[in-house]
């Protein structure tokens, strides 16, 4: 079967062509309808939130209570940028007045809008089969914005996604809208999934996945005859730095915490704390061993899918190879055991294969022997959607420069607590430097997320009609 003979390609057509057709008269929608549909999908899900969770737990292994507070999660951020419309986020322009005379004190009038980029496909997640999926924030965002989306369902939940579109396009329809207004793919192979990144009709891309999918379809976005804004969150070791002015006040309570971070969902979080990075002190010794005697007896749920499962395995094997072992691990449960792995910051800072993702439950220790050495570490990782620094309250020059380092690479720095969780409100940032997101002045979660699939246009000397 050659590429064109794929039935995924046809669906793929069908679902952008109906989109396409919808977009003129969604971008031109009212605050009151955006606002009415968003509400409505949010009504939708809890409606049906027992049938829902029961499919998301049956496909994923995540449990009830964390997919009930997931349903919470995404039906909140529906609601929120339903809120976020009202107030005119979409709608906002800036006008300057005409001021008579030549150049540079003269200028003609000017008012800047937005303007909905148009179709959107929407990669789902495989860890978030409600808030990175069908009606997660990037559908919500883009819907507010203006902008039609066409779902890309994944393998992990394919049932639970079919399910939620299909009530969600009943919505969809009872507001009188068009149904191209949310249209839905499954079962897209690696060549339709490039086809669809590069469908004529399509105006931009929001993914959620691994590095090595996402970074061939950022290329694929940016090798179509007119590129397209590729908005993807590719994967993130998160590094968590203790410092001895937080382990002297209690690390027993830092160490209980950040296991419960590091295997929470299984360790399947891309904010889960993946590194960590300590001094060379008596201090951080019994920190080690603490953490070591808090994650080890923890029994993790089994993984998403039998992929990642795999690929979690080889990550940590590849770990394995060049680190050394806290603890032997224990025997296997319904998921892989916790691993804990130990190396120091030259072996580190001079290695890759030290740098890339442990999706799963498991860290890497990384010794320091000075801040210098630390900071040195910070940049050789590059880029993570999120940097901890614990006991940086004082204001030095070492923790000046410890702030200065994480902020150069990570979209959120954390003086407190851990970074497994993304709180949805106008401040977040979640997206930082290559290679964790493709577009590091983005953010997927929180309601600047709208702002991703809006394109200023400066209006010059514009009639009334069109300005009012």
């Known amino acids: 079967m050659t590429a064109h003979q794929d039935p995924a390609f046809a669906a793929i057509n069908q679902a952008l062509a109906s989109a396409a057709a919808a977009a003129p008269q969604w971008a031109v929608s009212s605050a009151a309808e ?278 979690f395995e080889q990550a940590a094997a590849s770990i394995a190879a060049e680190a050394r072992q806290v603890f032997t691990p224990a025997a296997d449960g319904a998921g892989p055991a916790p691993r804990l792995f130990i190396t120091e910051a030259t072996r580190f800072i001079s290695s890759a294969h030290l740098r890339e993702e442990m999706f799963g439950p498991a860290a890497l220790i990384v010794r320091a022997s000075s801040i210098d050495e630390m900071i040195t570490v910070l940049q050789a990782i590059a880029g993570t959607l999120t940097t901890t620094l614990w006991g940086a309250d004082e204001d030095n020059a070492a923790n000046r420069a410890l702030v200065q380092a994480a902020q150069q690479i990570a979209g959120r720095v954390l003086f407190r607590g851990v970074p497994t969780g993304v709180a949805v409100c106008h401040a977040q940032q979640h997206g930082g430097p290559w290679p964790s997101s493709t577009a590091p002045q983005s953010t997927s979660v929180g309601y600047a997320a709208i702002e991703r699939f809006l394109r200023p246009v400066a209006l010059q000397d514009a009639p009334d009609w069109l300005l009012n």
């Not at 949010?42 to 507070?69: F, I, W, Y």
């Not at 399910?163 to 396009?169: G, Y």
Request: aromatic content about 6%.
């Open 34 to 311: 955006r606002a009415a549909l968003l509400r409505g999908l949010a009504n939708m899900l809890e409606d049906h939130q027992p049938e829902l969770v029961a499919l998301a737990d049956e496909e994923t292994g995540l449990g009830s209570a964390r997919l009930n507070g997931e349903v919470a999660r995404t039906a909140f951020q529906l609601r929120g940028f339903a809120t976020e419309v009202e107030a005119g986020t979409p709608f906002k322009a800036v006008d300057d007045a005409a001021i008579e005379g030549a150049p540079p004190l003269g200028r003609p009038r000017l008012t800047r809008i937005k303007r909905a980029l148009g179709p959107v496909a929407m990669f789902s997640a495989s860890n978030f089969p409600f808030a990175f999926s069908v009606l997660g924030g990037d559908t919500a965002s883009a819907l507010a914005a203006g902008c039609p989306v066409v779902v890309k369902a994944h393998a992990g939940h394919a049932g639970l996604s079919r399910r939620v579109f299909e009530l969600a396009l009943q919505v969809i329809l009872q507001q009188g809208q068009p149904a191209g207004l949310l249209t839905f793919l499954d079962g897209l192979s690696r060549q339709a999934g490039t086809y669809l990144v590069q469908h004529p009709q399509l105006a931009a891309v929001a993914f959620t996945g691994s590095y090595q999918g996402g970074k061939a379809l950022w290329q694929a976005a940016n090798d179509r005859p007119l590129p397209i804004p590729f908005y993807g969150e590719l994967g993130s070791i998160n590094p968590l730095i203790a410092l001895p002015a937080a382990l002297q006040q209690d690390s027993q309570t830092l160490a209980s915490q950040l296991a419960a971070s590091i295997t929470l969902g299984c360790g399947q979080f891309c904010t889960s704390p993946g590194v960590i990075l300590v001094d060379d002190s008596a201090l951080s010794d019994r920190f080690i061993d603490q953490l070591a005697t808090a994650l080890a007896p923890m029994t993790p749920h089994r993984m998403l899918t039998d992929g990642v499962r795999k690929g």
